[in-house]
């Protein structure tokens, strides 16, 4: 990943709001699966909003998968084989839109014919990042935004949950895996322990959020769960994701003391997710354009890859591209 950014200038930039998207091109997400329910009803959708963050300047693009597990497929009356394949149906359409994306892009269409998409032409690939969301994202209880499953929900349960999904995504031709919105210790440690068990050769960043810029969402230590994840050997990158852009700089402070690794933050605009009406509210968010004077504060404090979560958009992307692109500087390993 050092290099990979090296490659870059020193940065990289991870898409934004998935869901955000889908919902705004016409999707009906009120369901379990979420965003994957766009894998089963309109796949083009997915499609459309993988090219706009493309074409904003993401150069990590995160595959609709992060509330798609085989247990969900399942509860929809599909097989676990099916339930398998739509997990790879994931990967497919992000690796596909990567091609259509290099295919149109001036510097990468195949007969030397610039046909007018907008973007530069980069120095390295377009990454695909596989998605998994935690246990309470397969919930669809808002539980993924505490981390607090309850007595019963033990590691040798969620190691149990994500274990077949890890190895499917892990084989689909995903560049790495994205650990997303890890809301506590104990499934960062389920997530460890499966990559080492079933050897995942795959590289993969683990995620956190938090609620107060100091533990992961569950109050967990953030050191400790940084420390699981920094000993991991195939996780290439740590850090934040869906955590409001207030808490960012103190958690990148408090990564930098553990980890030896990239830090990647994406956080969401602000708001506040209410679980009972399943949407956002409205508090403080943060315009496209404050993610640009953010984004310069975040990297003077140390991360190397940005992007948003939910409710951000490839406006908000575009942002944060034009603006790493005019600080381009190479990192240092610690």
């Given amino acids: 990943m050092w290099e990979y950014l090296r490659r870059g200038g020193g940065c990289a930039v991870v898409d934004g709001g998935l869901a955000t998207e889908l919902e705004r091109h016409g999707a009906d997400l009120n369901d379990p699966l979420w965003s994957a329910k766009c894998l089963l009803t309109s796949p083009h959708l997915i499609t459309k909003v993988h090219l706009d963050y493309l074409k904003a300047g993401a150069d990590i693009i995160t595959t609709a998968s992060y509330q798609a597990t085989i247990q969900g ?69 808002g539980s993924e935004y505490s981390g607090n499953y309850g007595e019963a929900v033990t590691l040798s349960v969620l190691k149990e949950f994500h274990r077949r999904r890890v190895q499917v995504l892990a084989q689909s031709g995903a560049d790495l895996i994205a650990f997303e919105t890890i809301p506590n210790k104990i499934e ?59 808490f960012i700089h103190g958690l990148i402070q408090s990564l930098k003391k553990v980890i030896d690794k990239p830090i990647v933050v994406y956080p969401n605009s602000g708001e506040t997710y209410d679980a009972t009406r399943k949407k ?55």
């Fill in 280 to 334: 956002w509210i409205k508090s403080e968010g943060v315009i496209d354009e404050d993610f640009v004077s953010y984004v310069s504060k975040w990297r003077e404090a140390g991360a190397s890859l940005f992007g948003g979560c939910c409710r951000t958009t490839p406006n908000t992307i575009r942002a944060i591209s034009n603006i790493l692109a005019e600080e381009s500087v190479s990192p240092t390993p610690n």
């Fill in 188 to 246: 960062a440690q389920a997530y460890a322990e499966i990559m080492k068990e079933e050897d995942i050769k795959t590289p993969a960043w683990f995620s956190f959020s938090s609620k107060d810029g100091v533990n992961v969402a569950n109050g967990d230590s953030i050191f400790n769960c940084a420390e699981i994840a920094n000993s991991s050997k195939n996780v290439i990158a740590m850090g934040v994701n869906c955590t409001a852009p207030r």
């Fill in 73 to 141: 497929f399942e509860a929809k009356g599909f097989s676990s084989e099916e339930g398998e394949a739509l997990l790879l149906k994931s990967v497919q359409i992000a690796l596909e839109a990567r091609d259509i994306y290099y295919e149109n892009c001036s510097g990468f269409s195949r007969d030397g014919t610039d046909i007018g998409y907008e973007g530069n032409v980069r120095n390295r690939p377009v990454l695909v990042a596989a998605s998994i969301g935690s246990y309470g994202a397969y919930l669809a209880d």
